[in-house]
């Protein structure tokens, strides 16, 4: 195929407790790649748009141009690719958007290929794009590219395993105008933890997990509000969080937590209804304090990345 448009979708990252191990893909915004072949060697970035030009245009700098040419020399192809990045998600937003440039321009590569790689073998070409932005770690890679909810114990595809998605999980989400880059984000994490704190975040973590099994969303909710290392270190990054928070339980929501770095903070609710009451209750929280944000319900999306 000498053209393709490749989408993939935003991602929560973390679920709470589960730091660098456990992301999840969510239906609606996401980012799309243009990619066509071209004879000769390279790829070139001809344009991005949705970004307000703050995204670098050099190939080697950008996670799309990056995960297209590693997938390029994955599948020992010669030729080049023109890209186009079209962002839906906004940067620095917790919504894992430099992974889904790099999912949706390696889906679409290998689809120009005529897909001589199966779908987990382009997982090391997003990662070394990844890398470049946030580090080499698939808590947005893999749900972005795989879909559904995710278990990341490593970096290899076998390694990465799918969660069950209750069906009567819905989400709701605010994403205030506030930038939280993810280097800032993870600089102000603590080196150590006690113990006390181990035992406690594990356990949480794997009360979690069964609660996807179970379908407790109450639990589940429970648990991702559990986080005793990575909230508190990056809660003065989160404007009106405990404001948020009492706003979610007052509109029927079951829990809050933050989502990825942040600044998006994530809903867990039992309906649809419940999560749109709480979509506008958590708007409300930022108009009232003159906080531009973007609100939205949602739920988990289960296919992950696709052609357009």
Not at 174 to 183: A, L
Request: hydrophobic content about 50%; some cysteine; glycine content about 10%.
């Amino acid at each position: 195929m000498s053209f393709v448009r490749a989408y993939a979708p935003a991602t929560i990252a973390n679920l709470g407790v589960g730091f660098d191990i456990l992301g999840m893909a969510i239906r609606g915004a996401g980012d799309v790649v243009d990619v066509a072949l071209r004879p000769d060697p390279g790829v070139n970035l001809l344009s991005v748009s949705g970004d307000d030009g703050r995204l670098p245009r050099e190939t080697e700098r950008n996670t799309a141009t990056v995960a297209a040419a590693a997938v390029l020399r994955l599948a020992g192809a010669d030729m080049g690719l023109d890209v186009h990045l079209l962002k839906g998600l906004p940067l620095n937003s917790g919504l894992g958007s430099s992974a889904a440039s790099a999912v949706a321009a390696a889906i679409a590569t290998n689809a120009c290929l005529g897909e001589p790689l199966q779908r987990e073998e382009l997982l090391p070409a997003c990662l070394e794009a990844e890398a470049i932005v946030s580090g080499w770690h698939a808590d947005n890679i893999a749900p972005s590219l795989l879909g559904g909810i995710r278990l990341i114990a490593g970096t290899e595809a076998d390694q990465i395993h799918e969660l069950p998605a209750p069906d009567q999980l819905h989400l709701a989400l605010v994403t205030p105008e506030v930038d939280v880059p993810t280097r800032l984000a993870r600089e102000v994490l603590p080196t150590h933890v006690t113990l006390a704190q181990m035992v406690a975040q594990t356990s949480a973590a794997a009360r979690l997990v069964a609660a996807l099994y179970t379908g407790d969303l109450a639990t589940l909710a429970q648990a991702m509000e559990a986080d005793g290392v990575v909230e508190p270190a990056r809660s003065s990054l989160m404007p009106k969080l405990p404001e948020a928070r009492l706003a979610t339980r007052g509109a029927g929501g079951l829990g809050l937590f933050i989502s990825g770095a942040g600044p998006t903070l994530c809903a867990v609710c039992e309906s649809e209804a419940l999560a749109r009451d709480v979509e506008a209750a958590l708007g409300a929280v930022y108009q009232e304090a003159g906080i531009p944000c973007q609100a939205r319900a949602t739920q988990v999306d289960p296919a992950g990345a696709r052609l357009l």
